[in-house]
Nanobody
Framework: VQLQAFGGGLVQPGGSLTLSCAAS????????VGWFRQGPGEERVFVAR??????CGDTAYADSVKGRFYISGDTVNLQMNDLKPEDTAVYYC?????????????????WGQGTQVTVSS
């Protein structure tokens, strides 16, 4: 599985961005797709995930983005609204082929190159 996250950029506080995750080599069916981010000097942390382990797209979000970010069960796009300076980071999409409801980066086997999101006025 090869992944590529794209759609990042510079946005003002309160603005919106949509990140996409392109995949080749395997469909997402039965897998879990996660979005993670890594700020400068920080560890990579969970943002959101969608899992099709039970057939339907079960989603989960980090508390820091709940109510502002939405992951699509159809496209795995990450819609980010009301962006804040603390959302500035490199964002990655990742796949866990075996599915499940995992939020630790170590539980995901495949990672794409990240896309930079900068929130600044």
């Amino acid at each position: 599985v090869q992944l590529q996250a794209f759609g990042g950029g510079l946005v003002q506080p309160g603005g919106s961005l949509t990140l996409s995750c392109a995949a080749s080599g395997r469909a997402f069916s039965g897998s879990t797709v996660g979005w993670f981010r890594q700020g400068p000097g920080e560890e990579r942390v969970f943002v959101a995930r969608v899992s099709w382990s039970a057939g339907c797209g079960d989603t989960a979000y980090a508390d820091s983005v709940k109510g502002r970010f939405y992951i699509s069960g159809d496209t795995v796009n990450l819609q980010m609204n009301d962006l804040k300076p603390e959302d500035t980071a490199v964002y990655y999409c990742a796949v866990r082929v075996g599915g499940g409801y995992y939020i630790s980066p170590g539980d995901y086997e495949y990672w794409g190159q990240g896309t930079q999101v900068t929130v600044s006025s």
